[in-house]
């Protein structure tokens, strides 16, 4: 998909957005200094070209139950296309998985998940993970508290400072 020129209106609505993706049209125009239908015409245009990929509401994991949050490197034992596709295709299906990356170095995926107690890992690490047709190796590393955590890509190096 070709990139999308922005100029600098267009990078503070995506940043306006990032910080709350529940303004409406003319809070978002307020906020860029622009009137609300060339606003809205650029937020369609962001929306239709793909940059803006979806809206979201995040949720609070501990207060839906999901008080165990790990990290878990895979590794396959055949690392051909096939294996490959069909891990991926797994990992889309396992909704503990928040996040699945296809990795390079010592292990083949990262898998980010979360869980609702160590019962609940431990069900998924036996019968779903390593009983998974291909998979050579698992590691876990729980996390013990959050650093920091957004879904706000930077875009400093779009010209607008964070």
């Known amino acids: 998909?070709?990139?999308?020129?922005?100029?600098?209106?267009?990078?503070?609505?995506?940043?306006?957005?990032q910080k709350n993706g529940r303004l409406t049209n003319v809070e978002l125009a307020e906020t860029v200094?622009?009137?609300?239908s060339p606003c809205l015409r650029r937020?369609?245009?962001?929306?239709?070209?793909?940059?803006?990929?979806?809206?979201?509401?995040?949720?609070e994991p501990a207060r839906i139950g999901l008080g165990l949050q790990a990290f878990v490197r895979v590794s396959l034992e055949k690392r051909d296309g096939e294996s490959i596709n069909?891990?991926?295709r797994a990992v889309r299906?396992?909704?503990e998985v928040i996040s699945g990356f296809a990795m390079t170095g010592e292990v083949d995926f990262l898998l980010h998940v979360y869980f609702e107690d160590l019962e609940h890992f431990s069900r998924f690490i036996m019968n779903?993970?390593?009983?998974?047709?291909?998979?050579?190796?698992?590691?876990?590393s729980f996390v013990?508290?959050?650093?920091?955590?957004?879904?706000?890509?930077?875009?400093?190096?779009m010209g607008i400072p964070s």
């Open 1 to 17: 998909m070709p990139s999308l020129e922005l100029d600098k209106t267009d990078i503070k609505i995506l940043a306006a957005l």
């Open 33 to 36: 200094a622009l009137s609300p």
């Open 43 to 59: 937020l369609k245009q962001l929306e239709e070209s793909g940059v803006i990929r979806q809206y979201v509401a995040l949720l």
């Open 86 to 88: 069909a891990f991926s």
């Open 93 to 95: 299906s396992w909704p």
């Open 128 to 140: 779903t993970l390593i009983t998974h047709p291909g998979v050579s190796d698992v590691k876990s």
């Open 144 to 157: 013990l508290n959050e650093i920091k955590h957004t879904t706000a890509l930077p875009l400093s190096h």
